[in-house]
């Protein structure tokens, strides 16, 4: 198991790095983990043993992905822990058990299907980590989160707003790479509140 104070080495892997960005973060707040947040990062770091296994279901997924009609990828559903482990393979770790995985175009949400057809043209799956991000569950609860402090809550972002948002960020005739880097761009923006996202959009401040 990695040592808290030691960095990353070259062969580290993504989540390793992410972990270790995690503990950086933590301390440069001049904190020590709570003992809740010492042993969700042990859970995480126990992950990192069966990385071979998860990385191998990431290209199973995508392999899947690649092969899948339109029609497959339309109506594919969105399953929170395949998200969350293609999350973890591309490098970005759980913050704690507070986070959800929030896939950016929802995969079964009533306002979601034209964006659904966008991302099925460019063969781009729902539960591919371009298409995800961590979010802590609730306003209440989760305000200030440690690792998110601004995050937008997960408990209160699927509103017709924010689908009306997204099919304006992603129109359908960018390139399966200008996708990916728009949804990864709105991950960031949903980690961070920025105020690049319209105050028409924000119900969740109401």
């Known amino acids: 198991m990695p040592s808290v104070n030691?960095?990353?080495?070259?062969?580290?892997?993504?989540?390793?790095?992410?972990?270790?960005?995690?503990?950086?973060?933590?301390?440069?707040m001049g904190k020590s983990p709570t003992v809740h947040q010492k042993r969700h990062i042990e859970l995480e770091e126990g992950l990192i043993s069966n990385l071979a296994?998860?990385?191998?279901?990431?290209?199973?997924?995508?392999?899947?992905?690649?092969q899948a009609t339109a029609s497959e990828l339309r109506?594919?559903?969105?399953?929170?822990?395949?998200?969350?482990?293609?999350?973890?393979a591309a490098g970005r770790a759980k913050p704690d058990d507070r986070c959800d995985a929030h896939a950016i175009v929802s995969g079964k949400h009533k306002y979601s299907r034209l964006l659904r057809i966008t991302l099925s043209m460019r063969?781009?799956?729902v539960d591919e980590a371009d298409n995800g991000c961590w979010l802590p569950r609730s306003w209440s609860k989760d305000r200030n989160h440690w690792a998110l402090s601004h995050a937008v809550p997960h408990?209160?972002?699927?509103?017709?707003?924010?689908?009306?948002?997204?099919?304006?960020?992603?129109?359908?005739?960018?390139?399966?790479?200008?996708?990916?880097?728009?949804?990864?761009?709105?991950?960031?923006?949903?980690?961070?509140?920025?105020?690049?996202?319209?105050?028409?959009?924000?119900?969740?401040?109401?």
């Open 6 to 28: 030691h960095a990353p080495n070259c062969n580290s892997s993504p989540l390793e790095s992410a972990l270790h960005q995690f503990k950086q973060h933590l301390g440069a």
């Open 53 to 66: 296994q998860v990385e191998q279901r990431l290209e199973e997924y995508e392999g899947w992905v690649r």
């Open 75 to 88: 109506e594919e559903g969105h399953n929170s822990k395949r998200l969350g482990r293609n999350l973890r």
């Open 123 to 125: 063969q781009i799956g």
């Open 155 to 206: 408990s209160r972002i699927h509103r017709k707003s924010y689908y009306r948002w997204l099919e304006i960020e992603l129109p359908m005739r960018l390139t399966s790479n200008q996708l990916r880097e728009k949804l990864r761009t709105i991950g960031r923006l949903l980690q961070q509140n920025k105020s690049e996202i319209p105050s028409w959009v924000r119900e969740w401040e109401e």
